[in-house]
């Protein structure tokens, strides 16, 4: 998939990767791009991402792709942190974007903007106009949805669903795109567009949970803002770790290292826990996400820009259920699995892409480098599970072999806010909120987090998506 580069690198990266990106005037007397001196995000220190020295793996992906697609942006050098995941990002997204499938190559780039725009996600609807342009696209769409073809615009209800609610999706919304008519949907199709929709649904939250920074390109352009609205440069953002501050941060550090292993010991201690008892201990959690919310941001109204591609810009994230109402059963994760079910349907009706998912999921979830903050040789196993499953527990979906006991155990509540708030709500995420969870761990680490953010989230919308395709069908 990806253009093989040279070893050295191509003139015009060489900043970008370290060759120079952080020498200033003084040094190389080469003025360094205003937009490349901010570096990539609004939240990690530029020189921990264009750092000199770089790892040749991570340095050969950032040359191919920089050789196959004449830049390297933000989010590939963010992402580049963890070169084996872009690896397997890279050619997920380039078979969405690039290769054969049942929808045209400019209609893929709009179905990316209107998933971004659901999030408010300048970013990355900026970048798929330009994408969708130089497909061919036709730019009075890019006035709005409603100079868009009516099939696009039949898409609005699952979109709006599978970036807010998942759960509320059913086979009379597939049946309803699928139906004879002039603008009905092919099974394959569609297939493709929720793989599109929820993967830039995700990516948003990526983008979004790790301060992405606009494109030089971008800056002053189609109503790209910084990705955090509510971005905080207070002291209390920038640095954690000074003075009492940081010793406090070694002590979480110390106390989360404490309670794995305690929690290990009382695995091989006790007999087993009834399945009525895990019932219970995931509706507790589930319960005790309602809790879990943002409390320093406002809401605030969707920029003009942006307002032409969304309908119904009101409707977002509502908890899965509230004390009161009548909550919709939970999604047992055992009744309609990724591998036994979301797997073969994808596969069957857009060859290739869901063995490219499975790879991406597979990848992210062991993924590990035996660390947590200062610590070496570490089995972190038990806290990415952790991360993955409340993901998941947020939208509902339970795990019957799982203890959810282990994620007020793991999670403290920073971690908990910062999780919701980019799998929900992504557009609402602070500078703040990414400061003050784990305070005293690597920005690669953070990183990590929110790769697993981003898959857990995506595999979540596509399981109630797929389910109501497997309903539809049978």
Not at 87 to 99: A, P, V
Not at 267 to 272: D, M, T
Not at 324 to 348: C, K, M, V
Not at 392 to 406: A, L, N, Q, S, T
Request: hydrophobic share 35%; aromatic share 10%.
């Amino acid at each position: 998939m990806l253009v093989a580069g040279s070893q050295c690198c191509p003139a015009g990266l060489e900043e970008r990767l370290g060759c120079g990106a952080l020498r200033g005037e003084e040094d190389t007397g080469i003025p360094v791009p205003p937009q490349l001196g901010r570096g990539p995000s609004a939240f990690i220190p530029a020189e921990e991402i264009l750092q000199d020295g770089i790892e040749s793996s991570r340095r050969q992906l950032l040359i191919e792709a920089f050789v196959s697609a004449g830049c390297v942006d933000n989010i590939t050098m963010v992402m580049g942190l963890h070169p084996q995941y872009l690896s397997s990002f890279w050619k997920t997204q380039y078979l969405l974007l690039r290769m054969d499938g049942p929808l045209p190559y400019h209609k893929r780039h709009y179905i990316a903007i209107m998933a971004a725009a659901r999030h408010q996600c300048t970013y990355l609807v900026g970048l798929h106009m330009g994408e969708f342009l130089q497909a061919g696209g036709n730019p009075a769409w890019l006035q709005g949805l409603h100079c868009a073809p009516q099939k696009l615009r039949n898409l609005n209800e699952i979109n709006k669903l599978l970036a807010h609610r998942p759960w509320l999706i059913t086979k009379e919304h597939i049946e309803a795109l699928l139906k004879t008519g002039e603008h009905s949907w092919s099974l394959a199709e569609l297939v493709q567009a929720l793989v599109l929709l929820t993967h830039y649904h995700s990516l948003a939250s990526f983008v979004f949970g790790c301060g992405i920074n606009p494109e030089a390109g971008q800056d002053g352009g189609q109503g790209c803002r910084p990705p955090s609205p509510h971005s905080d440069s207070s002291p209390t953002a920038e640095d954690n770790t000074g003075c009492s501050g940081g010793r406090d941060a070694v002590r979480e550090v110390e106390a989360l290292m404490e309670r794995m292993q305690l929690l290990r010991d009382s695995q091989r201690e006790e007999e087993g826990v009834t399945q009525e008892e895990m019932a219970t201990r995931f509706e507790m959690e589930k319960t005790e996400s309602l809790l879990v919310a943002p409390s320093d941001v406002t809401d605030h109204a969707l920029q003009s820009g942006l307002l032409c591609f969304v309908e119904d810009p009101e409707f977002g994230y509502k908890d899965f259920t509230r004390r009161g109402e009548q909550a919709p059963p939970t999604f047992r994760a055992q009744d309609y699995t990724w591998e036994d079910h979301g797997f073969s349907l994808i596969n069957r009706l857009y060859p290739d892409v869901g063995q490219l998912l499975d790879e991406k999921f597979q990848v992210v979830y062991n993924l590990t480098y035996n660390t947590i903050a200062m610590h070496c040789g570490v089995d972190t196993s038990m806290l990415r599970r952790a991360i993955w499953n409340y993901v998941h527990c947020v939208f509902g979906i339970r795990y019957d072999d799982y203890d959810y006991g282990e994620v007020n155990q793991l999670l403290e509540r920073s971690l908990k806010v910062y999780i919701k708030t980019v799998a929900c709500y992504p557009e609402k995420t602070t500078k703040r909120m990414y400061a003050q969870f784990w305070r005293h761990f690597k920005h690669s680490e953070k990183v990590h987090v929110n790769l697993l953010l981003l898959e857990a989230r995506l595999q979540a919308a596509l399981l109630y998506a797929l389910r109501a395709v497997t309903r539809y069908m049978t």
